[in-house]
């Protein structure tokens, strides 16, 4: 059974960071293109980052530069570095594997990030 559970989320000042979790199973994580996405209030889900089974990354301009991902193929997850974190960052942060294969990608439950003062 696949599984995606985030974890790591919470709430912040401006300014602060976080780290994010995204711990996998079910499938062969080493093979899968992984990305974080968020959804804030009212809004559509939004790419945010990812990165592909060798490594490159991609970041959407209103994250590059404060935030960075990552992935531990031994440990089978994903980690999102949030940095200088602002309040429009405010967002449920979900995790996302895909295979390239139409019909396997997968989706958790996603972790709420609240950037506040």
């Known amino acids: 059974q696949v599984q995606l559970v985030e974890s790591g989320g919470g709430l912040v000042q401006p300014g602060g960071s976080l780290r994010l979790s995204c711990a996998a199973s079910g499938f062969t994580f080493s093979t899968y293109v992984m990305s974080w996405y968020r959804q804030a209030p009212g809004k559509e889900r939004e790419l945010v980052t990812i990165?592909?089974?060798?490594?490159?990354?991609y970041y959407a301009d209103s994250v590059k530069g404060r935030f960075t991902i990552s992935r531990d193929n031994v440990k089978n997850t994903v980690y999102l570095q949030m940095n200088s974190l602002k309040p429009e960052d405010t967002a449920i942060y979900y995790c996302?594997?895909?295979?390239?294969?139409?019909?396997?990608?997968?989706w958790g439950q996603g972790t709420q990030v609240t950037v506040s003062s």
């Open positions: 996302n594997a895909n295979s390239g294969v139409p019909g396997l990608s997968y």
């Open positions: 990165i592909s089974s060798g490594g490159s990354t």
